[in-house]
């Protein structure tokens, strides 16, 4: 018997070991990025043969000539110029309207397009965009019924890869947000509701704020002026307190001068497209702080015209100049069958779209170095991400892009995206995601398939 004791305490001693050296936590990989070219978007600077270690999802160590260790799996993008990854601040996934059948009028697209299937389209968008290039972006309402919250999360659990997404939820606005609703519309809620959130009253304010987060928003999108009673000054600081409850900022989509100014007055924290803001705003956003997402769109063979590219080029210049904090973003939600490469013929994939916007950029006459932290710091600031994302330093997860050339001499280097990292990641390698060629931008096919591929 006494035998039999010696051998269970011996296991047991044993199987303790076990447990214990299982407790252990594993070393996460480390993986050795050689950078030929790494650009600090802070100060507009870079600096030659930079080793970046990234071990598990983070960045442990920047620096020329860092001993790589034993064991170490070794990127050489030497002939590369690397970068933190981009940001579109201000997009929807979700919705892509068409010239036909809704001769691009997004209202009836609410009504031609399903809910699962805009989702399963904003899947697709957020491979596109990563592949591009863009490892965050802040999508920001028009996305079928929380469409966007739910990307979020399938990306968060490793379901499919894209951007860290910075979602609103529906918009929240006073009736009917940006529709001028029917009755039936407006009081069966059947087409309205998911794309908007009535808030007609402080209580209504509050609520809504409360169920985007409820429902995972991670940022709040007010229609500040859809309609001409709009949002109060208090209305909107009653906004921004609930959110903060919820680690929210606000943004505020604004189309008159008059709705811009109360946006201002009330503090909030970005102001979406710059069409309606004066050179006025501009001084005072600047000296508030307040990010405008601009969406400032290119005049292309698919997209604008000539005199709306002049107004949208001027009003970016004046923000420049008067030092307002400046992001890069789109408002990309439609598609049209001119959407082709001029020289090969392909189709644009939504992140070849995206990129584009830097024709507005340029004939601004702003210099690349400011381009570039739009781009990014910025970026990561308005989606207010960048206490540990964004930057190339230690303890910050590894979102890292690298293209040929030098995009601090000539910014559309970034249209070539050869490397893409998040978090750690590797999704791109040698220009090749695959299947790249998959992807395609077009919106939903109507039942009669007025469009094809
Ligand atoms: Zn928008």
């Known amino acids: 018997m006494k035998r039999i ?118 899947a697709s968008n957020a491979i596109q965009l990563l592949n591009s290039g863009f490892t965050v972006v802040r999508d920001v309402g028009n996305n079928a019924l929380y469409a966007d919250t739910a990307l979020r999360q399938a990306i968060e659990q490793g379901w499919l890869p894209g951007p860290t997404l910075i979602p609103s939820g529906p918009m929240i606005g006073s009736t009917g947000g940006q529709f001028w609703p029917t009755p039936e519309m407006y009081k069966y809620h059947n087409i309205m509701f998911p794309e908007y959130i009535d808030a007609n009253s402080p209580d209504e304010i509050v609520r809504a704020v409360r169920e985007n987060m409820l429902f995972g928003a991670r940022t709040i999108k007010l229609c500040i002026d859809c309609k001409p009673w709009g949002y109060s000054v208090d209305d909107i600081k009653l906004a921004i307190r609930e959110a903060a409850k919820g680690g929210c900022k606000v943004e505020g989509h604004v189309q008159t001068p008059e709705g811009a100014q109360r946006a201002i007055d009330a503090g909030i924290y ?17 000296e508030k702080g307040i990010f405008l997402t601009g969406t400032d769109t290119p005049f292309t063979p698919y997209r604008g015209s000539e005199p709306a590219f002049k107004k949208t080029v001027a009003l970016l210049r004046d923000a420049w100049e008067k030092k307002v904090p400046l992001t890069f973003s789109t408002d990309f939600d439609y598609w049209n069958d001119r959407m082709k490469d001029e020289k090969t013929g392909e189709w644009l994939t939504r992140g070849d779209l995206t990129i584009d916007f830097l024709k507005t950029w340029k004939e601004a006459g702003i210099p690349a170095a400011d381009i570039l932290r739009a781009m990014t710091i910025n970026g990561y600031k308005a989606a207010d991400i960048i206490q540990g994302r964004g930057p190339i330093k230690p303890g910050f997860f590894a979102d890292l892009i690298a293209v040929t050339g030098d995009p601090l001499a000539d910014v559309d280097a970034l249209r070539s995206v050869q490397f893409v990292m998040k978090n750690g990641m590797v999704f791109k390698r040698d220009g090749v995601m695959v299947p790249e060629k998959f992807f395609h931008p077009g919106p939903v096919r109507t039942p009669n398939g007025r469009w094809t591929r």
Not at 10 to 33: C, D, E, F, H, Y
Not at 68 to 83: C, E, H, Y
Not at 270 to 286: F, K, S, V
């Open 270 to 286: 970005i102001i979406a497209h710059g069409d309606a803001l004066t050179p006025e705003h501009h001084r005072q956003m600047a």
């Open 5 to 122: 004791w010696v051998f269970l305490y011996t296991l047991s001693i044993l199987l303790i070991g076990v447990v214990v050296a299982q407790a252990q936590p594993k070393a996460a990989p480390i993986t050795a990025i050689k950078a030929g070219r790494l650009i600090d978007p802070e100060t507009g600077t870079a600096s030659t043969s930079q080793v970046i270690l990234v071990e598990g999802e983070k960045i442990k160590a920047v620096g020329p000539n860092l001993t790589i260790p034993a064991g170490a799996t070794v990127i050489d993008l030497s002939k590369l110029t690397m970068l933190p990854g981009l940001v579109d601040a201000h997009t929807h996934m979700a919705l892509t309207y068409k010239e036909r059948p809704e001769n691009d009028y997004y209202y009836l697209t609410y009504i031609t397009d399903s809910s699962p299937l805009r989702a399963i389209q904003a």
